[in-house]
C-alpha cells in the first residue's frame, strides 16, 4: 500500500510546494498548490489520525529539512534519500524531541562531537514518529559547546544502519500505527558530509519547518472534527428513544449544532491560511504566518477535542466501544492530545502567538534581576580568590 501512495503521488504531496518533480516520478497535478496537499492530508485523516500518521507522519516533517536545505557535503545521499522516501521505498523520520526537551528546542542535549572527518552521536529522542520503521533520521543534534542553546544546533541525516542505533516501540493513547519511537544513539559515527545545510544553523532548519507540521496538523485535526459530526449525525438519525430518533430531541440537535459551528469556523480559517501560504515564499510565510499557524494548530486541537468528546456523548456507549458504530469516534477521542501536545503544545503556541503579534511592546524590569546580577559577580570574585 505504502509504494503505491508513492505511485498515485500521495507521498511526493505531502512534502509541501512545489511538487519534487525531480526527485518523482508520480506526475505532478495541474496547477499543484498548497490546496492539493491539503486534500492529501484530509483524505487521508477521514478514519482518525493514525493512518495519516503512519503514511505521512514521518515523511510530512522529516522530509523538508532535506529539500529545502539540502546535503551540501553529500549530494548523492541527498538524491538516494529523497528518491527512495518519495518512491515508498524508504522511510524517513524527524528526531528533535528528547526526554527532557520538547517545545524547548534551544535546550536539545543530544550530542554529535567533532572527531576529525565525522561526529560522534550520543544521546536519545523519545515520542519520534515513524522511529521504528524509518530507514532514514533527519536529526537535531548539539554540535556547539554546552551553553551555546539555539546557536549550536545543527541538523545530521542519519542512516539505520549506522553502528549504534537502538529504536524501541513505544505504547502511546493514540495514533498507535504511527509507531512513535524511544531512539538511542549510542557513539554513532557520522560523516560530517551528512550535516543538512550549515552546520549550527539546525535552530533556523527546526523553525522553518513547523510552519508546514502545524498547518498539517491542523489539517488532519479538522477532518478529525468533522468526522465526528457525521458520525453523530448519522448515528442521532438511526438510533430511537423514547418514541423517537435520537436526533428530534431538541438537546442533541444543538450538540451537534455546536459541534457543526465549530468545525465551519475551523475550516474557512485553514483554506484561508492555506490561502496565504499560495501567495507567499516560503521566507515570508514563515515572517508573517507563524503565530497564525500556532493558534490555527491550537484551535484545530480543541475543537477536535471538544467533537470527539461530544460525539461521544451522542453516540453513548457505541461510542465507548471498539467496534461497531463508534468504532471511529472512539478511536478519535483517544487521538485528540496528539494534536494538542505535539508539534508545540497549546499552551506554547499562544506564547508564539503573542510574541510574533508583539502583545508585549516593553517588559517591565524585574528587580530580582539586578539582585541575580550582584551575586554572580560577588561569585566570580569568591572563585578568582580560590
Known sequence: MYSKSAKYGILPACVGKPWPKKYTSAPEPEGYDYFHELINVDEGTRAGGGIAWAMMGGLGIGMPPILNFGIPGDRALQDRCIRECLAG????????????????????????????????????????????????????????????????????????????????????????????????????????????????EGFKQVMYNFNHERWLLAAQAARMARTCVEEALSFARTRRTFGKFLIEHQAI???????????????????NVTFQMNTMSKEEQNKKLGGHIALLKLSSSRVAEFCASNAMQVLGGAGYTRTGKGVKVERIYREVKAYAIPGGSEEIMLNLAAGQFGFVSRAMPDPRDKKIKALMEELKRIKSKM
Open 89 to 200: 521505498e524508504k522511510i524517513i523520520c524527524l528526531c528533535i524531541t528528547e526526554p527532557g526537551a520538547g517545545s524547548d528546542v534551544s535546550n536539545l542535549q543530544c550530542t554529535a562531537k567533532d572527531a576529525g572527518d565525522h561526529y560522534v552521536v550520543e544521546g536519545n529522542k523519545k515520542w519520534i514518529t515513524n522511529g521504528i520503521y524509518a530507514d532514514y533520521f533527519t536529526v537535531a543534534v548539539r554540535t556547539g559547546p554546552p551553553g551555546s542553546m539555539h546557536k549550536g544546533l545543527s541538523m545530521l541525516l542519519m542512516e539505520k544502519s549506522m553502528p549504534g542505533i537502538t529504536v524501541s516501540k513505544m505504547d502511546c493513547m493514540g495514533v498507535w500505527p504511527s509507531g512513535t519511537t524511544y531512539i538511542e544513539f549510542d557513539n554513532v559515527k557520522v560523516p560530517k558530509t551528512n550535516i543538512v545545510g550549515k552546520v549550527n
Open 253 to 271: 440537535q444543538h450538540k451537534i449544532g455546536e459541534m457543526a459551528r465549530q468545525c465551519e469556523g475551523l475550516q474557512a480559517w485553514l483554506e
